[in-house]
């Protein structure tokens, strides 16, 4: 990172079974992560959450981190939608900005800061929002919310903008419909996207199932420690998911089936506008790869809805 980014972040202070397609090769899937090889230390220990075809979000420890294709906004829209999004994410109340340029691949950008105070004055929250340009017709929206004012991780933060700036998708999959893998599927079988449902993300590595009533995304990974490094993934991945859905009530484990083999799911609630939902999440080895499926739904549903396609099963 640049002198000059480093000095910026410093001053911050705030259905029916289809037959199966030939394997899918697990693309980039490594036992560090989906990252490309130059991301992976960048990007360690960050949990991909596909928002949509053209949108990722990331959960590093605590940090908040998300990229968005959008090239057909002009960039005052794009950084105004941008904020919105912090809005909504940390609401409006004790919430102070002001507008700022950062220094990314080669040129200075116009962002904006904030910082999320509590009702005491102590600081909840803050980051930066951004859009860059970096090459004709590519259109890049950034964004990073950090716990408290931590300028380590407000730094860290700003090492990845210029990543993505740059690069864009660190996963090295293209952020656009068109380049959505049809049918989705695990490298084993095809999975069905249901009537009223959207494919938010769908790679040979990972993908998002969204419906209005339940969300369906699942990952693969080659372990090198089949044990150990599968559970340690599982870990990070529940407790991600866990600290994204605020207002989630204590995870329990329990006997499942994920992907017809015997597993331990771990499952919590978390309120919703329209009621409690309940989200389960299990990881199991397969075919010398590993699967990690999570599935949320109304906690007054009977069983598990059409978009968790049947990957999970009691027992």
């Known amino acids: 990172m640049t002198g000059a980014v480093l000095a910026t972040a410093l001053f911050f202070s705030c259905a029916t079974p289809a037959p199966p397609p030939p394997a899918v090769p697990l693309v980039g899937a490594t036992s560090e992560g989906p990252f490309v090889p130059e991301a992976r230390d960048l990007f360690a220990g960050c949990t991909p959450l596909p928002d949509s075809p053209t949108a990722r979000t990331w959960r590093c420890a605590g940090m908040s981190l998300w990229l968005e294709e959008r090239q057909d906004l002009e960039p005052a829209r794009a950084l105004a939608e ?101 049918p989705p599927r695990l490298p084993w079988r095809v999975l069905t996207v249901p009537p009223g449902c959207r494919l938010a993300s769908s790679t040979s590595r990972s993908g998002r199932i969204r419906c209005e009533d339940a969300t369906f995304s699942w990952s693969v990974f080659a372990p090198t420690e089949n044990t150990t490094g599968l559970a340690r993934w599982r870990d990070q991945s529940v407790a991600e998911l866990h600290d994204a859905l605020p207002g989630s009530g204590p995870v329990e484990e329990v006997d499942c089936r994920l992907e017809v083999r015997p597993t331990r799911c771990f499952r919590f609630t978390t309120p919703g506008p329209e009621g409690a939902r309940v989200l389960w999440a299990a990881a199991v080895t397969w075919q010398g790869g590993a699967l990690f499926a999570a599935c949320d739904f109304p906690s007054g549903a009977l069983g598990f809805p059409a978009a968790c396609n049947g990957v999970f099963t009691p027992r």
């Not at 691949?105 to 860059?132: D, I, K």
Request: proline share 7%; charged share 25%; glycine share 10%.
């Open 82 to 182: 941008a904020r919105a999004r912090v809005i909504a994410r940390l609401g409006a109340a004790g919430l102070t900005e002001s507008r700022e340029s950062l220094p990314l691949v080669g040129a200075s950008w116009p962002a904006l800061r904030f910082a999320a105070r509590a009702p005491e004055g102590a600081c909840r929250a803050s980051g930066y929002v951004t859009v860059v340009a970096p090459l004709a017709g590519r259109r890049r929206q950034l964004g990073c919310i950090v716990p408290g004012e931590d300028r380590a991780e407000l730094a860290r933060c700003l090492e990845r903008f210029e990543f993505l700036a740059a690069h864009g998708n660190p996963e090295g999959d293209v952020l656009d419909p068109a380049a959505l893998l049809l």
